[in-house]
Each structure stands twice: as C-alpha cells, then as structure tokens.
C-alpha cells in the first residue's frame, strides 16, 4: 500500500478521473487529506519540494498558493473537481498536510488564506464538468486540444456545446454562491499558505 508523503499514513483509492484519452487513478489520505495521483505518489521530500519550488518570498516568510483538497468543490466534483488535470500529477495539500510538508523544510505554517477570485473558477470548471462528458470541455475546444472527431464522439461533442452555451451563465451565479460560502466557511478551492522559516537550534 503507498503511503502519505506528508504524514506517513496509507493512501487509498479515492477517485478515477475519466480523461478523453486515459483514465488515472487517484489517491487521498484519510488522515491527512492529501491527494496525489496514484502512479507518481511522491517521497515526502520531493513533495515538500514540489510544495516549495511555487512559494513567493515574501520578506522573512514565504507565500504558496495550492489547490485545496479539503474543498467544497473537491467535495462535490470529485472525479470531476477541475484541479485534478489530465495528466496532472502534482500534490493537491490539505492545510494540514501543508503544514507537515511545510515543517519537513524548516517552515512553520503561519496562516491560510482561501482565495475567492481563483476558486470561484475553479469552482465553476468543477460545476460544468459535472454536466458535460469532456472535462474542461470549453478550454479543451477553445486550444484545439478537443474537435467533434475526437475525444468521445462527435454526439457527445456537440451535446457539450448545447450544455456549455446554455449551463455557462447560470453555473457561474452557482459558483460564486458556493464559493462564496466556502470561502466564508474556510472549504476554498484555492488557498494561500503563509509561513515562516523555524530558527535554527543552536
């Protein structure tokens, strides 16, 4: 059984993402709440890393900005929550698994901001996804990566296309309900983690 980078404790199947051109298993801690792809599970000091190479300096203490996997999108997309990427195989922390990356570094985590701006996109993604058969179907059409002879079919294309024009507007007002109230209740799907370098012992 893999284990948890963060605290060492087993990692268990949680969802299946069905991407258009390979599906990927992925798996979450339930004791920390990690979530990492289940064929690139990480040792812990490269996911403390991973968590790293993203931090902003910010005078004596550090800024990294992660998609939050204590969410309340992570919680009502799941396979479809619009953090997990095809292909995409980085970390997605909880606050505490953060923090016991984090600490694996010399930092102490200081403060988590939930940012509303970004997670009420994200947010918005993860609502669409559960209406359309392509994930991220509309940024997917709009880079050419997807065309009504690929992915799942020329049908299933074209019912994306009458889903999105029509879902778009009133999916947007629901995301930024949710979100809104995530944010509020401390579940935002993008988080901001501050933290500070421990002193070393002499």
Known sequence: VPRCPACNEPLF????????????????????????????????????????????QRGESIAVRADNAASLQTWLGAENWAALRSGGHDVKPTPRAASLLLARRGYELRRVRHLARPGMAAMWQTLLNLLTFHRDFASQTASGRLRPGTGRGRAAFWIDVLVTVLAAVPTAILAV??????????????????????????
């Open 13 to 56: 199947v949680w969802v299946e993402t069905k991407a258009d051109r390979e599906d990927q298993l992925v798996d979450r801690c339930e004791n920390c709440g990690l979530v990492v792809a289940r064929d690139a599970v990480p040792s812990p000091d490269e996911a403390a890393a991973e968590l790293l190479v993203r931090a902003e």
């Open 177 to 202: 309900v949710l979100e809104g109230a995530a944010v509020i209740a401390r579940r935002g799907g993008v988080i901001e983690l501050q933290a500070e370098r421990l002193p070393v012992a002499d």
